[in-house]
C-alpha cells in the first residue's frame, strides 16, 4: 500500500493551497483518516482528524482556515488551507487507518513540505 501527500509548496501569508493523499494498492477499506504536521523543531501535531463516524476535529490554530476531506471512491483524503501564516511552515503528512493488505493497521504517508513566507 502506498500513500503519498503532495500539494505543498512555498506560499505567501494569506495564501492558499490544496494538499492531496492518495492511497493505492491493496486498500480494502479505510476507517479513519488524518492530517498531521512537524514544523522544525517540533513535534509532530494532529492537524485535522476524519473519524469513522465522518466527523471531522481540527486543531484550535487551524479551525476556520482549513479543511480536510476526503473521497472514498477515490481512496483519497484532501486538506484545503487557506489564510496560511507563517507558523503553518511544517511538513505535512497524512494518515490513515483501515484494512490495508488483508491487514488492520496504520500507515503514515510520506510528507509535503508547506513553506509560508514573502
Known amino acids: 500500500v502506498q500513500l503519498q501527500a503532495s500539494g505543498g509548496g512555498l506560499v505567501e501569508p494569506g495564501g492558499s493551497l490544496r494538499l492531496s493523499c492518495p492511497a493505492s494498492g491493496g486498500v480494502e477499506s479505510i476507517t479513519a483518516a488524518g492530517w498531521y504536521r512537524q514544523a522544525p523543531g517540533k513535534q509532530r501535531e494532529v492537524v485535522a482528524e476524519?473519524?469513522?463516524?465522518?466527523?471531522?476535529n481540527y486543531a484550535e490554530s487551524v479551525k476556520g482556515r482549513f479543511t480536510a476531506s476526503r473521497n472514498h471512491g477515490l481512496n483519497t483524503i484532501y486538506l484545503q488551507m487557506e489564510a496560511l501564516r507563517p507558523d503553518d511552515t511544517a511538513v505535512y503528512y497524512c494518515?490513515?487507518?483501515?484494512?490495508?493488505?488483508?491487514?488492520?493497521?496504520?500507515?503514515w504517508g510520506q510528507g509535503t513540505l508547506v513553506t509560508v513566507s514573502s
Open positions: 494518515n490513515i487507518v483501515g484494512f490495508l493488505s488483508g491487514e488492520y493497521r496504520h500507515l
Open positions: 476524519i473519524t469513522s463516524g465522518g466527523n471531522i
